[in-house]
């Protein structure tokens, strides 16, 4: 069974949008877990817009890398530059990508408009799991 594994800073928001969508768009064919190279906790704004699209991430725990999680994966994604920068070596069988996605955390202004950055970062991370499930599908 094949593993994926999404790591951004604090695992508060984008790997656990991550995490939670790759278990609703790859389903059981896959052993998913997120994980930060910090430990922010579990962004109340992540899990309501997580919420609007029909998943549920409101039991997911914030964690640091697991390095034996790490090191049987088949692909690494980070969602941000620091957890690029920042994660330990992994072997050269292991597929690394890197999403640069916006934090959603660091918008200012309006409540609507911090929202609206949680929002962008989903859908864009929903979007990218969709090409990440085409792109298996066309190898099988």
């Known amino acids: 069974m094949p593993q994926v594994y999404f790591l951004c800073t604090g695992n508060s928001c984008r790997s656990q949008m991550a995490e939670g969508f790759a278990k609703k768009i790859l389903g059981s064919d896959w052993r998913v877990a997120s994980a930060?190279?910090?430990?922010?906790?579990?962004?109340p704004r992540a899990v309501e817009v997580m919420a609007e699209s029909g998943v549920d991430i409101s039991k997911n725990v914030s964690?640091?890398?697991?390095?034996?999680?790490?090191?049987?994966s088949d692909l690494v994604v980070t969602l941000c530059g620091d957890a690029r920068d920042r994660c330990p070596a992994t072997p050269a069988n292991i597929v690394k990508e890197h999403w640069p996605v916006a934090d959603p955390a660091q918008a200012t202004g309006t409540e609507s408009e911090i929202m609206a950055a949680f929002r962008s970062a989903r859908d864009e991370i929903e979007q990218r799991l969709l090409d990440l499930q085409e792109r298996v599908a066309k190898k099988h």
């Open 63 to 72: 964690t640091l890398i697991d390095g034996d999680y790490l090191m049987s």
């Open 36 to 43: 930060g190279v910090e430990v922010h906790g579990l962004n």
